[in-house]
């Protein structure tokens, strides 16, 4: 079975599905495969989405990826200078 990735707003439903299914008294197992995940899976979305709402959810996936763009922009940067700064040297 090809893997599928969710995007956060499924995560975040699915997680709501397996609370209430928790509640009416499923085990973990079951409500995992009613998801059609893995007990793995499922502790690891409750960690990371657990408690949020979707709008939440999106922000956070948007700081991740500007997060990720400026530690790029910064490497990009650090290097240029390291290289100006031997080249400034004469050490080039």
Known sequence: MPRKRFAAEEIINKLREAEVRLAKGESVVEAC???G????????WRREY?????DQARRLKELERENGRLRHVVAD???DKQ??????????
Do not use: S
Not at 37 to 44: G, K, L, S
């Open 37 to 44: 995940v893995t007990e793995q899976t499922f502790y690891r």
């Open 83 to 92: 290289i100006l700064k031997e080249a400034a040297e004469g050490n080039f």
């Open 77 to 79: 940067l650090t290097l």
């Open 50 to 54: 657990g408690g949020l709402r979707i």
């Open 33 to 35: 495969k009613q998801l």
